[in-house]
């Protein structure tokens, strides 16, 4: 019954590692995302996803990666991880990218990087 | 400097107490939401006010927006326990629906 699911719920790894979390959603939605919330619980965007159009926040840096082989799933993918990468990534869907569309969020990834 | 700055950062009061919690912002959005997150859980949304001026209710809860679009608040009367949470504004701009999320308020109702 889980409208957007997201795996795993924790992971602790070392720094330099490369790790994925997956996200999938079975709301039929057009659009997914990806945010980072810090420690202060700052909420920031990271993608924006929609019919293959990936819209990247410019702050994100290249190590990450979303990747999305089919419209219900966007994984995100970090290479060379590092200790501010240390937070909490929440993934959410939405019906379609226009303002005023309600966010779907999933349980959240608590990421932690030794 | 955050887009979005939300006033207060941290909330503890009575059960029955009324209280309001701001959202501010210098830029103009199309549309500001307002979110509820618990421990463990994404957020969830309470409320989308579209219009400049506009007010809406939610049982306890009436959420306004600024008549220039550049400010929201959220009031809830009779606080109650269940009401404890983190409150998060998020307003969009253009015709996207990337959302920039206000700091948040992390509200505490004590029985």
């Known amino acids: 019954d889980t409208a957007v699911s997201q795996t795993p719920k924790y992971l602790v790894t070392q720094m330099g590692n490369d790790k994925s979390i997956k996200c999938e959603q079975n709301?039929?939605?057009?659009?997914m995302y990806w945010y980072k919330q810090d420690s202060k619980k700052f909420l920031k965007i990271m993608f924006s996803?929609?019919?293959?159009?990936?819209?990247i926040n410019e702050t994100v840096p290249n190590r990450f990666s979303p990747k999305s082989p089919d419209k219900a799933h966007l994984n995100l993918h970090i290479n060379s991880l590092e200790l501010g990468d240390s937070a909490v990534y929440f993934c959410?869907?939405?019906?379609?990218?226009?303002?005023?569309?309600?966010?779907?969020f999933g349980s959240g990834t608590q990421l932690s990087v030794l | 400097t955050q887009l979005l700055e939300q006033s207060p950062q941290f909330l503890s009061i009575q059960e029955g107490e009324n209280l309001t919690v701001y959202c501010n912002s210098s830029?103009?959005?199309?549309?500001l939401q307002w979110y509820r997150q618990e421990p463990g859980e994404g957020p969830v949304l309470l409320v989308t006010?579209?219009?400049?001026?506009e007010v809406k209710k939610l049982k306890r809860l009436t959420f306004q927006f600024g008549d220039a679009r550049k400010d929201s608040s959220l009031h809830i009367t009779a606080a109650q326990p269940g009401d404890t949470g983190l409150y998060l504004c998020?307003?969009?701009?253009?015709?996207?629906?990337?959302?920039?999320f206000g700091g948040g308020t992390r509200l505490m109702v004590k029985p």
């Open positions: 709301l039929g939605h057009d659009t």
């Open positions: 959410a869907s939405s019906l379609q990218d226009r303002a005023n569309e309600k966010l779907f």
């Open positions: 006010v579209v219009t400049g001026g």
């Open positions: 998020a307003g969009a701009r253009g015709a996207g629906n990337m959302l920039t």
């Open positions: 830029s103009v959005f199309s549309s």
């Open positions: 996803y929609n019919n293959k159009e990936l819209i």
